[in-house]
């Protein structure tokens, strides 16, 4: 990193320092439990069985020699159960990380469904390319993110699905199935964003783009201006390659923007990757601060964020797009720990909702990081799209204590969120904790008929399950 371009550790060292804040040392982590946990500590699931096979014809003899239930399992960052079912097997794809195939001049790939985003991005890298869609961390398996349809802040892109070009999955006898948009389509439909339920998916296809020089441009708009910004500033802009919005606590009355724009400019950050297996010390504090300190949420709001944002920087978007989750995990996950929820909602009611969530977040007095506010285009592609029509949606990350009697208050204000999107006419992601009734996500997913009728062709006896299919399908 260049002179000129202040490092985020120092940022944020100088921000506490004006802050008054004194950090504390990271907490080491307890003994992993022996179930199939995921990353919030929550909802750990009990299963019968581990099977982590490392051949695609391991996982099907696994498949075939199982009598019972089969949950499947990536990275485990999905918050409700996602990956497991109870007194199931459950299949740890994590060692089905090779590379398939990678074709420069198609700019297209193919890997096995367990490697993780950022192995990819190691293989990309020297070539100059970069992955077309993906969420903003990349610690997450290739097949989870397909599994629940991920997208990240690329302008235009909409979800992963629009960058699949076929999948192989094993399904509930043990057969083999490559599909894609041309060959069984409906099973190709279902399985992006159905989350292990009508097969394991073990290898993905993916378009490839570029890897481009990127300049961070920051601009502010009012809840009521920020649409038409985002039009005028952001889709309107063809250099412009990623976006997000954040809502700061208490109000959530403005959007902070930061867009990511193609440019020529010298690079301010050499490095062309995040480092793997960095220290994020530093930032565990700081959202341990911001969210326990008095003031913290005004000293995330004037002090931390404004100054994380002022630097010019340049950068090459393979950086960008290599972030470790770490930076966002707790100094511990004895009393506390950090959760998401994401709703989307279509541009029209988009002023409403925001005032709406901020109203529901304050009068609840959940502990809110930020929300951050990205767009999406509709999704023609999956059989149980979240995005129906054109969405903005809305990450919350909030603090949420971990003793049962804090997981029922969260149902309750989440409860009164879903009620709110779907009078909006809008839909909640589902890889989060499952507080939604049934009936609810009977009315904001009624596509979920038709994934009932692909499951009864390819896995008649519900063979593949998890907490979240035990639930609502």
């Given at each position: ?120 991005q190691d293989l990309l890298d020297p070539l100059d390319l970069a992955v077309h869609t993906m969420q903003s961390y990349a610690n997450f398996t290739v097949g989870g993110s397909v599994s629940v349809?991920a997208h990240g802040r690329y302008v235009g892109h909409g979800p992963i699905a629009n960058s699949v070009r076929a999948l192989r999955l094993v399904l509930a006898d043990g057969s083999v199935r ?232 969260v149902g309750v204000w989440t409860r009164e969120l879903v009620d709110i999107v779907i009078a909006h006419e809008g839909r909640w992601y589902l890889p989060y904790q499952l507080h939604a009734t ?36």
């Amino acid at each position: 990193m260049s002179p000129a371009a202040p490092s985020r550790r120092r940022l944020l060292v100088q921000a506490l320092a004006t802050a008054g804040v004194v950090s504390l040392p990271p907490v080491p982590a307890t003994a992993a439990m022996p179930e199939v946990a995921n990353v919030t500590g929550l909802y750990t699931v009990t299963v019968a069985r581990i099977e982590t096979p490392p051949t695609v014809e391991a996982l099907r003899n696994a498949v075939r020699a199982w009598p019972g239930r089969i949950g499947i399992g990536g990275g485990r960052y999905s918050m409700g159960g996602q990956v497991a079912i109870e007194g199931g097997l459950h299949l740890d794809m994590r060692m089905l990380d090779r590379l398939v195939w990678l074709r420069r001049k198609d700019k297209a790939v193919r890997v096995q469904a367990g490697m993780r985003w950022r192995d990819l991005q190691d293989l990309l890298d020297p070539l100059d390319l970069a992955v077309h869609t993906m969420q903003s961390y990349a610690n997450f398996t290739v097949g989870g993110s397909v599994s629940v349809n991920a997208h990240g802040r690329y302008v235009g892109h909409g979800p992963i699905a629009n960058s699949v070009r076929a999948l192989r999955l094993v399904l509930a006898d043990g057969s083999v199935r490559d599909v894609d948009r041309e060959r069984d389509p409906e099973l190709f439909r279902a399985a992006i964003g159905g989350y292990g339920a009508v097969g394991v998916i073990v290898e993905v296809e993916l378009d490839l783009a570029d890897n481009v020089r990127i300049e961070r441009v920051v601009a502010q708009a009012t809840l009521a201006e920020y649409p038409a910004h985002f039009d005028a500033a952001v889709r309107g802009d063809p250099d412009t390659v990623l976006h997000n919005a954040d809502l700061l606590p208490p109000a959530f009355d403005r959007a902070v923007g930061v867009s990511w724009r193609r440019t020529d400019k010298p690079l301010t950050r050499t490095a062309r990757l995040v480092p793997r297996d960095g220290s994020y010390g530093l930032e565990q504090n700081v959202l341990w601060a911001v969210t326990e300190l008095p003031g913290g949420a005004k000293v995330r709001r004037d002090v931390i964020h404004p100054k994380l944002l002022r630097p010019p920087v340049v950068q090459w978007l393979n950086h960008e797009a290599s972030l470790d989750v770490a930076e966002l995990e707790p100094r511990t996950r004895v009393m506390s720990t950090y959760v998401l929820q994401e709703y989307f909602v279509p541009r029209r009611h988009f002023t409403a909702f925001a005032a709406q969530l901020g109203e529901v977040l304050r009068r609840h007095g959940v502990e809110a990081v930020n929300v951050s506010v990205r767009h999406s285009p509709a999704d023609t592609v999956s059989l149980l799209p979240w995005a129906k029509e054109e969405v903005f949606s809305f990450v919350l990350f909030h603090k949420q204590r971990t003793w049962a009697s804090a997981r029922e208050a969260v149902g309750v204000w989440t409860r009164e969120l879903v009620d709110i999107v779907i009078a909006h006419e809008g839909r909640w992601y589902l890889p989060y904790q499952l507080h939604a009734t049934r009936a609810q996500f009977e009315r904001a997913y009624p596509e979920v008929s038709a994934l009932r009728r692909v499951k009864a062709q390819v896995d008649p006896a519900g063979r593949f399950s998890n907490a979240l299919w035990a639930k609502y399908l």
